[in-house]
């Protein structure tokens, strides 16, 4: 089993619609939790951080954690063609030697459709 | 804030030249820097892990002598590949993490580097 899951779609949605992107993990030393957007050909940008269980709301955005699941969520409201690109989660543990590296799923394409 | 820079954005060079790409964190200052590579459809797949004033710590499978890093001060590292070949082609991305305002909770990424090895 893989340290953390991501459906790679891709997944197409009409404009306006609510997206929900998921990973799922294996390590319960993850603490801290991430979500990258990544447009073709630039590199990621830091959508949403959150650490342990609990829900963020950014905007349109809303990060999910449930630790007891090791389940983690993204959801897009009002989608835009612009919310279009290939979506990242990632997640290291707390503390301890090389922490700050992360564990990427392998990313979820969307595509918003207009 | 948290902004991380990447200088070429694209490189097209021969087969056996060397290529140096500079990676700089323009807001904060970055004590970790990491080096990541990315093909076509793919994730990242993290090359090295460099800490300002230290030796690259290489990931498994990564030759340290094709990829040279260096991370001489706290907002510059460099990864050079030496002696480049078609195969080195590829997407080499950056990311920064450090302390101050910004850039201490999680990584920053670069805009990537496009190398292309004719």
């Known amino acids: 089993q893989k340290e953390v899951e991501q459906d790679p779609g891709p997944l197409s949605v009409p404009e306006g619609a609510i997206v929900s992107l998921n990973c799922t993990y294996s390590?319960?030393?993850?603490?801290?939790f991430m979500w990258y957007r990544q447009y073709s050909r630039k590199g990621p940008e830091l959508l949403m951080y959150?650490?342990?269980?609990g829900n963020k709301e950014d905007g349109r955005f809303t990060a999910q954690v449930d630790k007891s699941s090791k389940y983690i969520s993204l959801f897009i409201r009002d989608s835009q063609p612009s919310d279009s690109a290939t979506y990242l989660c990632?997640?290291?543990?707390?503390?301890?030697?090389?922490?700050?590296?992360?564990?990427f799923g392998k990313g979820t394409k969307l595509s918003v459709i207009p | 804030g948290a902004v991380v820079s990447q200088h070429p954005s694209r490189v097209i060079c021969k087969s056996g030249t060397s290529v140096k790409i500079e990676c700089r964190s323009l807001?904060?200052?970055?004590?970790?820097m990491f080096w990541y590579r990315q093909f076509p459809k793919k994730s990242l797949m993290l090359m090295a892990t460099?800490?300002?004033?230290?030796?690259?710590?290489?990931e498994q499978g990564v030759e340290k002598d094709k990829f040279l890093i260096n991370h001489a001060s706290l907002t510059l590292s460099t990864l050079t590949v030496t002696s480049a070949h078609p195969e080195d082609s590829s997407f080499y991305i950056c990311?920064?993490?450090?302390?101050?305002?910004?850039?201490?909770?999680?990584?920053?990424f670069g805009p990537g580097t496009r190398l292309t090895v004719l």
């Open positions: 460099s800490n300002e004033g230290s030796k690259a710590t290489y």
């Open positions: 990632a997640m290291r543990p707390y503390s301890g030697a090389g922490s700050y590296q992360l564990t």
């Open positions: 990311s920064a993490r450090g302390t101050g305002l910004a850039g201490s909770d999680t990584q920053y």
């Open positions: 390590n319960s030393a993850f603490q801290y």
């Open positions: 807001d904060f200052q970055a004590t970790t």
């Open positions: 959150t650490y342990s269980s």
